[in-house]
């Protein structure tokens, strides 16, 4: 995306983590109706955000070039549902869907520009997750039970009501896809801070702090620059 504003290109990202269940989606980004037949506010979305209309970048054209089929994804976890975040759901129509039950709850009780209904009118198979008194690190967080490599969700409310990070175990420490709660690789520091604030949520202070006393995790934010996802 190359959004007025912050003018910098930046990517939607999605993870794809190979487990015990088969492969899993962390965000699906734009899908591939949204790129070939848009509504008219997904259009309108789509040229603020000037993207690229791609359907090769799409979660499941990607996926498909790395070998799977579509049936193959038994599990997608969503750190929300935003315009942005949620479109590849109907690409994978027979999933489950793991989210946030607060988001979900938002999401049927509230319209907003933000929401694109479509995304989740082929009923998805929802699979709807509360805290309870999990910790990861210092967050509060709950496991998702029977996946190897482990996978956590940490709750970062704010953003939404129902966001939530996706923490991943590795070998040496964890891979988490922040969503777009924590910092962006950007410029963002020389915007001021109530608006990186009214972007993100309240948790960056916090998220800086953790990242700067744990080098070892890796934290990725859902809209890095290109030169990112170009260098990882
Ligand atoms: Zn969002």
Redesign the pocket.
């Known amino acids: 995306m190359r959004p007025y504003f912050p003018r910098v290109e930046n990517g939607v990202t999605c993870f794809l983590i190979e487990t015990n269940q088969g492969p899993v989606l962390v965000d699906t980004g734009f899908g591939t109706h949204d790129f070939l037949t848009p509504t008219r506010s997904m259009k309108v979305f789509l040229n603020l955000m000037r993207s690229p209309r791609n359907v090769n970048e799409t979660a499941l054209h990607q996926l498909r070039r790395l070998g799977y089929k579509r049936e193959d994804v038994k599990h997608i976890i969503q750190t ?1 549902l ?1 315009i ?2 949620a479109g590849g759901l109907p690409d994978f129509p027979h999933t489950q869907v793991h989210v946030l039950k607060a988001e979900h709850d938002h999401i049927i009780s509230h319209r907003s520009w ?1 929401y694109h209904p479509g995304h989740w009118a082929h009923n998805p198979n929802w699979v709807l997750n509360e805290t309870r008194d999990g910790k990861w690190y210092d967050f509060d967080a709950l496991q998702l039970e029977g996946f190897e490599p482990e996978i956590w969700l940490v709750p970062l409310i704010g ?2 009501p129902g966001h939530t990070a996706v923490a991943i175990k590795q070998e040496q420490a964890w891979v988490v896809h922040g ?2 709660a924590v910092p962006f690789d950007m410029k963002v520091d020389e915007v001021p801070e109530w608006i990186t604030k009214k972007m993100l949520g309240p948790h960056v202070p916090r998220i800086r702090e953790f990242m700067k006393a744990h080098p070892e995790v890796k934290i990725v934010g ?1 809209h890095m620059s290109l030169d990112f996802y170009e260098s990882t």
């Open positions: 929300h935003h942005d975040h933000e953003h939404t969503g777009d859902s």
